[in-house]
């Protein structure tokens, strides 16, 4: 079992930056693949970024490339997201998800625990 809590959220102009962290409990936090997605309102749910159990790779929907940047820390259980000139359509609710792989994909089906989200509004 995994739980997962989200924190960084804020309001931030357009432009701006914020950084987002995803604390896990539980043991071999490694063998976890991780993700984050979002949901806007009215909108479905959508992959934004992606990071294997051992850091070395990444993945990234096209929307944010170059903006934004996945990372983790397993020696701290956590994982970020470092989100840069944001847009006001980056608003949404951001969740952390964990599969029981340490490989990753862009299907929120395909991960296991999810966290409750935090919220990220970027005005304009």
């Known amino acids: 079992q995994v739980q997962l809590i989200e924190s960084g959220g804020g309001l931030v102009q357009a432009g701006g930056s914020l950084r987002l962290s995803c604390a896990a409990s539980g043991r071999t936090f490694s063998n976890y693949g991780m993700g984050w997605f979002r949901q806007a309102p009215g909108k479905e749910r959508e992959f934004v970024a992606a990071i294997t159990g051992s850091g070395g790779n990444t993945d990234y929907a096209d929307s944010v490339k170059g903006r934004f940047t996945i990372s983790r820390d397993n020696a701290k259980n956590t994982m970020y997201l470092q989100m840069n000139s944001l847009k006001p359509e980056d608003t949404a609710v951001y969740y952390c998800?964990?599969?029981?792989?340490?490989?990753?994909?862009?299907?929120?089906?395909?991960?296991?625990?999810w966290g409750h989200g935090t919220q990220v509004t970027v005005s304009s």
């Open positions: 998800a964990a599969r029981g792989r340490a490989w990753v994909t862009r299907k929120g089906d395909d991960y296991y625990y």
